[in-house]
């Protein structure tokens, strides 16, 4: 009996403090007890600040009520430089890129004017080197647009990044193939392809694509995402495999012009030619060099509000890629590759001049080795 009475006496004070810690609370602040309805009003004012505290009983299903009937604090923060939502290091990139577009149309132009006053030495290759100009020039003038709206607004639009990424696909396979035929003297030394050379076609336009796609996730993403990350590594490595696949060509060239001055008789313009794919081989490795190594090395080591000059470098070296191949490879009457026969012999002619008398006052047409000009004789 005496037992039951103080498990009794134990449990009806353990109730008592249950009850008092339903209707009363400690200020935190001060440690005095208050009031149920005081403290109801203290948790609306100060639940964020008592969220972690522990209650028992009733009190914990109070503290659960009261936190879920209010909403969580939301805050919106924007990050703008004075009069601009662009980085310190992406300001200047709308200003460079519509300069850059200019100055690439107006080398265009130039080039399209040389081919029309030489028209009569063009290939078809030469017609595509000037598709690739005008598509460069288009490129930047979208990517200017992109990063003004960026710039302004604080988002591109959707329309005209779609405008950009297609005229930048455009580019970008427009660049390897023409720096392909010229490599493999298409047009220039011959006017078929072999089967290797077509099987590095086969391999770099696909991979122009991927690395296309892959600078679009880029473009798209955050820089602190996996994807991020996983997709840069993937541009990087596949823009070197292209850049070593476009090298294979230009050797090959090399090679043929190499046996072919030992055998045939035409040895001095075999060997000017050897000397353009030489010079062709050098400039090709230079400018990747430049813009894949040089250039991001000068990235790293600038303070972060000289990083624009990165992307000037780089268009900057892509012009004068540009102007020197159409300076080597320009259709002109003094180019190595369309020079005249110096010697009777290597005229080839269409059929055998004779002697006969009916024939006395028809013209003949001789053709020389480009198969590009004509000219007419009389037959005796």
């Not at 659960?64 to 300001?91: D, F, H, K, M």
Request: charged letters at 20%.
């Amino acid at each position: 009996n005496g037992n039951g009475k103080k498990n009794t006496q134990d449990q009806l004070k353990q109730t008592k403090v249950e009850e008092e810690s339903v209707d009363q609370k400690r200020d935190p602040a001060e440690g005095k007890e208050i009031p149920a309805a005081e403290a109801n009003k203290l948790e609306e004012k100060q639940f964020d600040v008592r969220v972690e505290q522990v209650y028992i009983g009733t009190s914990m299903l109070r503290c659960v009520r009261v936190l879920s009937s209010v909403c969580p604090p939301q805050v919106n923060v924007t990050e703008t430089n004075p009069g601009s939502y662009l980085s310190a290091a992406e300001i200047p990139l709308s200003r460079l890129y519509i300069c850059m577009a200019g100055v690439f149309f107006i080398a265009a132009l130039v080039w399209v004017y040389t081919l029309m006053k030489h028209r009569y030495s063009v290939f078809k290759i030469h017609w595509l080197m000037a598709a690739l100009a005008f598509t460069k020039s288009i490129s930047l003038v979208f990517h200017s647009i992109n990063y003004h709206f960026i710039n302004t607004q604080g988002r591109p639009i959707e329309g005209w990044a779609v405008m950009y990424y297609i005229t930048h696909l455009l580019k970008g396979a427009l660049l390897f193939i023409t720096l392909a035929l010229i490599g493999t003297g298409w047009a220039f030394v011959k006017y078929i392809l072999s089967d290797k050379e077509k099987k590095i076609f086969m391999i770099v336009i696909p991979l122009q694509v991927l690395a296309n796609v892959a600078y679009i996730i880029i473009e798209s993403t955050e820089e602190g995402s996996s994807e991020y990350n996983l997709w840069k590594e993937i541009l990087f490595l596949v823009d070197l495999i292209c850049c070593g696949a476009i090298l294979f060509p230009v050797v090959w060239s090399i090679r043929h012009l190499q046996e072919a001055s030992s055998t045939d008789g035409k040895a001095a313009m075999n060997l000017e030619k050897l000397k353009l794919f030489r010079h062709y081989y050098v400039m090709i490795v230079c400018y990747i060099y430049f813009t894949r190594i040089i250039a991001i090395l000068l990235k790293v080591t600038m303070p972060f509000q000289w990083q624009w000059c990165y992307e000037f470098l780089v268009e900057v070296s892509t012009l004068i890629f540009f102007v020197m191949t159409g300076y080597k490879f320009r259709p002109a009457s003094n180019n190595p590759y369309l020079q005249l026969p110096q010697d009777e012999e290597d005229v080839e002619m269409d059929e055998v001049v004779t002697e006969s008398g009916a024939l006395e006052g028809i013209s003949k047409v001789k053709k020389t080795l480009n198969g590009r000009e004509r000219q007419k004789e009389s037959t005796l």
